[in-house]
Structure formats: structure tokens, C-alpha cells
């Protein structure tokens, strides 16, 4: 029988006295073939006081059975049940579960190394003012987890941009041009979620890059420059072939988001109209992208377009398609 909220309480009162609670969640989907390797990399975690927050969402394996068996011996591990709705759903269920003053998520087949949480929960205390604390991530793949690479195609280009000491706007600015870390990098404050809310359920993925975007808004960014802390994403062959127009339908999503937001927190600004601007123009390569998928001539989508993004958006699309289809017959 897994150990309940009460002895559980106990357990962190008597063992974990004025140390600040870090909450890990981990939704998983069908991925008992990963989630105790990434609950043992938890574990072996040099900071001890954490929850670690396991939302099953819906899975057919035997994912709950050997998460309540581990959770038996450790009382820091909770399960929690759900049916299927999906990623940001899950790791929304994990906030709402969540005790900590800190939250870290973590994907079910993900690792951190054992110093992250320690030299993050540092990184806080050295700077007061900071609302998220990330750090570098390696891939690797289920063949070799030694061999690790700086980005998700399995090479050593480095991706992850370093904000520090950066004023709100420069924030905004690199992450409107991209994603900046991917999700199991950072260390979050309570603060930040309470502010920022939930992930977008509708984003099938970027969910997190809209997540990241929201909190730079109100929150500092700080990079932790340490080679012993660093997140691991495990690469899977779909995963290296991810389904373009999904990223790009997404984007689209995301970056109609984006103006939503900037409009909301900059818009008598210079600088929000320099953002919004500068946002627009990233626009025309999803747009044209699907313009390009759905064939130059399809009225239907162009009207669809049209209605959403505007006529001058979709004529700066359409002829950034026409030339990105030029070049690709040349080539």
C-alpha cells in the first residue's frame, strides 16, 4: 500500500525541517519501459527534499504498478490517475497536485543530473530576483546514454540561449525569434506558476516555448553556467522525425498568442510594436509553409488565411512561397 498524505506530511516535517520543497512533475503515457530510470535519477538527487508528482495519463502498460511498488519505499513519489487528454493537460494536473516552492518538469523518460536541483536551489539564493533558473541539456539515445549531443538532431550545435542579468524586453526578444530550453532545463518559483497559470491544452507541442514566453514577461531569466547541472532528453526515433506541419500548425498558434500577449502587457509601448512587428515577419514561414502544402492556388485556404492573419500578411506568405519554392527548383 502506497504511504498517504498524512504520513507523507510527517515524513517531510521530521526529516526535511525549513528546507525549501522542490516539486517534480513527471506525466507520462505509456512509458513504464522509462519511468523508473527517470524516478531513479530523481532519487539519486544530492538535494533531498523534493515531491515527485507522476500524472499517469490514461496508460494501457503497467506503468501505475511499478510506480505505487517504487512509491512504497519512498514516500516522496505520489501517483496520480487521469484519463488520456494529453501532455500539457497532465503536466497542468501535476501543478494543481503540486505542494513545492519550486517546481522542475520532467518528462517520463527524461533525466537530471544529480547536482541540478542543489545547484539551482543555489542559484536562487545567490540572486533573489530571479523567477527561472535553467541550465544546459545533452540528448542522447536509448543505445548509448554516454554519448551525448547538444541538440536534437544528435549534434554538438549548441541551441540554448544564455539570459543573464537581461532587462524584460531582451527576453522577449529572443524568445519571439525561438524557443530558448527545452523543458526539463529549468528550476520554476511557485511565483511563476501562480502568475503565469496553466500550459495551453489546445498546443499539441511549443507548449512549453508559449509557457516561457508568458513568464518573461513578469519574471527574470537566469542561466546557470555549471557543467554539474544539466537535464538529459532522451531521443526516440519518432522524435527525430517530428511531423512538420504539426510544428508549423503549432507555430501559428503560438505566435497569433504572442501578439494576444504583447498587445495585452506592451501595447502603447515602442517596444511592443517593435515585438509585434518583428513577430509578424516570423509568421511568413509557417504561413507560407502551408500555403506552399496546400497548393498556390487554393482559394479556400486562402481566404482562411486571409481572415485570420490579414491581406498583408498573407501576400508577404505567399510570395516568400513562391521564392522558397523557386530556390528549392533550382537547387
Given amino acids: 500500500m502506497a504511504i498517504g498524505p498524512i504520513q507523507r506530511k510527517l515524513f517531510y516535517s521530521h526529516t526535511m525541517v525549513a528546507k525549501a520543497l522542490v516539486s517534480i512533475i513527471i506525466p507520462s503515457y505509456n512509458y513504464a519501459n522509462f519511468i523508473i530510470e527517470t524516478l531513479t535519477s530523481i532519487r539519486g538527487q544530492k538535494y533531498e527534499h523534493w515531491e515527485a508528482i507522476v500524472v499517469d495519463d490514461g496508460s494501457t502498460d503497467n506503468t501505475e504498478a511499478l510506480v505505487l511498488e517504487l512509491a512504497k519505499v519512498d514516500a516522496r513519489i505520489i501517483y496520480v490517475y487521469q484519463e488520456n487528454k494529453g501532455l500539457s493537460a497532465a503536466r497542468n494536473t501535476g501543478i494543481k497536485k503540486a505542494s513545492g516552492d519550486y517546481i522542475q518538469f520532467l518528462d517520463a523518460d527524461d533525466l537530471i543530473s544529480e547536482d541540478k536541483i542543489q545547484l539551482q536551489l543555489d542559484h536562487f539564493a545567490a540572486d533573489k530576483n530571479l ?115 504539426k510544428m508549423y500548425l503549432n507555430e501559428i498558434v503560438v505566435r497569433s498568442l504572442f501578439q494576444i500577449y504583447i498587445d495585452d502587457a506592451m501595447s502603447d509601448s515602442e517596444e511592443g510594436r517593435k515585438l509585434k512587428k518583428e513577430n509578424m515577419r516570423l509568421l511568413k514561414r509557417p504561413n507560407s509553409y502551408f500555403i506552399a502544402e496546400e497548393g498556390f492556388f487554393n482559394v479556400k485556404h486562402a481566404f482562411q488565411m486571409i481572415k485570420k492573419n490579414g491581406l498583408k500578411q498573407f501576400m508577404s506568405a505567399y510570395m516568400k512561397a513562391i521564392n522558397d519554392f523557386r530556390k528549392k527548383n533550382r537547387a
Fill in 131 to 245: 523567477g527561472i533558473s535553467y541550465c544546459n541539456t545533452y540528448y542522447f539515445t536509448n543505445n548509448n546514454i554516454q554519448e551525448r549531443y547538444r541538440s536534437l538532431d544528435l549534434t554538438q550545435q549548441e541551441w540554448i540561449i544564455r539570459l543573464n542579468d537581461r532587462p524584460t524586453t531582451e527576453q522577449l526578444w529572443e524568445l519571439v525569434n525561438r524557443n530558448i530550453m527545452p523543458v526539463n532545463s529549468p528550476l520554476v518559483k511557485r511565483e511563476v506558476v501562480k502568475k503565469v497559470g496553466d500550459f495551453n491544452t489546445e498546443l499539441t507541442s511549443l507548449e512549453d516555448w508559449e509557457y516561457w514566453f508568458k513568464s518573461a514577461m513578469y519574471f527574470k531569466f537566469g542561466y546557470l553556467d555549471n557543467e554539474r547541472a544539466y537535464g538529459m532528453v532522451r531521443v526516440h526515433h519518432t522524435s527525430m522525425s517530428k511531423d512538420l506541419k
